[in-house]
């Protein structure tokens, strides 16, 4: 069964370093989402992505972040300058038209 | 846009027994409802969805929940639970535009006391 694949698992970072975490869509899907979960907290919507650019972004979504499909495979999401609440889980997520979304296991970032 | 209410934080229930997740959505546009789950320390699972025809949808573990538009609400449903069922509980809905992102509810953890 196709899936989304997260990588890394486990990040931890430096507070003011930049982190990027991959994904990897199912292969014919054509819309992408990154989330965040702070611990115990609810799945926030950061950024969906169709066609090659930024088809909406939330509030928490700043300047600080960005996000790329370099290659038609990987998705990645970058964030500039971390900051200690920036640290939570990180899912991406990847759909076909009129389908649910596939999300992956998730990146848990860990700002110190 | 769209948005979705969870208004338990957490249901204790004793095994075998029976439970309902409540959920209900806001939209002024047809949605998609959907239940995702969490077991601890895990990615998200699609639990069942509804996206057209049955109002009734069941997933392969036991669970059930019923669309119902009138009442704009997408309940979770288990006649017996199995201690393997503890985990998060997530409501999502999304509008059926093509790429519309997926909403959560703020979650039910489910406690299933032996």
């Known amino acids: 069964e196709p899936e989304v694949t997260q990588t890394p698992s486990h990040q931890v970072t430096q507070m003011g370093q930049e982190v990027i975490l991959r994904c990897v869509p199912i292969?014919?899907?054509?819309?992408f989402y990154w989330y965040r979960q702070i611990l115990g907290q609810k799945v926030e919507f950061l950024v969906s992505?169709?066609?090659?650019?930024?088809?909406?972004k939330s509030e928490i979504f700043d300047d600080q972040f960005s996000v790329e499909r370099p290659d038609g495979s990987n998705f990645t999401l970058k964030i500039r300058s971390t900051k200690l609440e920036d640290s939570a889980m990180y899912f991406c997520?990847?759909?076909?038209?009129?389908?649910?979304?596939?999300f992956g296991q998730g990146t848990r970032l860990t700002v110190v | 846009a769209q948005s979705v209410t969870q208004l338990d934080s957490q249901v204790p229930v004793f095994e075998e027994a029976p439970v309902e997740l409540r959920c209900n959505y806001s939209?002024?546009?047809?949605?998609?409802l959907f239940w995702y789950v969490q077991y601890p320390n895990q990615g998200l699972q699609l639990l069942l969805k509804?996206?057209?025809?049955?109002?009734l949808v069941e997933s392969i573990n036991g669970f059930e929940a019923e669309f119902n538009k009138s009442q704009t609400s997408f309940h979770l449903r288990k006649p017996s639970v199995h201690i393997s069922d503890t985990a998060e509980y997530f409501c999502?809905?999304?509008?059926?535009?093509?790429?519309?992102?997926?909403?959560f509810g703020k979650g039910t953890r489910l406690h299933i006391l032996p």
């Open positions: 997520a990847s759909r076909d038209r009129n389908t649910e979304a596939f």
């Open positions: 509804y996206l057209s025809g049955s109002t």
């Open positions: 939209s002024s546009v047809s949605v998609y």
């Open positions: 999502a809905v999304s509008a059926t535009n093509r790429d519309d992102k997926i909403i």
């Open positions: 992505f169709y066609n090659n650019e930024i088809s909406e």
């Open positions: 292969s014919n899907h054509l819309y």
